[in-house]
């Protein structure tokens, strides 16, 4: 869908090689089912040998733990988002949707039986000791998600600015 950076919350993702990006926010199928439906940024296809697809939410900041409700509602929210993107990412690459076709082709072929899927949150400017209850809190909400898609315990995964950007998320 892109090769142009994508700016959110402070950052700039990308820009990713020709059809390795999805910007799953912006699309069409999105478009047509997003009233009450939460969605992550972008999807990032890394098809190296072991081929995954990333689902990135952008943040620039965070409540903290000890700050409730807004703690505990915000880590659903982001359930939502990734619960909801991988979703509509599956049952977009198996044509359930009859906008398939908007689809970059390396995701219209890729392999979802074989594929990795890694829900990745990035928030700008977080320090590093703030991530660990973060992410404890994010993989206990997607506890289901994880088990019931059989991912990798380590498929749910916070990181902040300076973290994404040695991943190569963000420039």
């Not at 072991?50 to 943040?59: C, M």
């Not at 899927?117 to 992410?135: A, C, D, M, S, T």
């Amino acid at each position: 869908m892109t090769t142009e950076p994508i700016e959110e919350s402070g950052m700039i993702f990308g820009p990713y090689p020709e059809g390795h990006c999805f910007y799953i926010e912006k699309c069409e199928t999105y478009k047509k089912i997003e009233n009450g439906v939460k969605i992550a940024e972008f999807l990032l296809l890394r098809p190296q040998k072991d081929p995954s697809l990333w689902v990135i939410e952008a943040k620039s900041s965070t409540p903290h733990p000890e700050t409730q409700p807004n703690f505990d509602e915000f880590i659903e929210e982001i359930r939502d988002k990734f619960t909801n993107s991988l979703t509509l990412t599956v049952a977009t690459c198996l044509k359930r949707h009859s906008t398939y076709g908007e689809l970059p082709e390396l995701f219209q072929t890729v392999d979802l039986e074989t594929t990795n899927f890694r829900l990745i949150l990035v928030i700008n400017g977080h320090q590093e000791e703030w991530l660990p209850p973060l992410q404890d809190a994010l993989k206990k909400e997607l506890h289901c998600t994880v088990k019931t898609w059989n991912l990798s315990p380590t498929s749910v995964v916070v990181l902040n600015d300076a973290m994404a950007r040695s991943q190569g998320l963000i420039s």
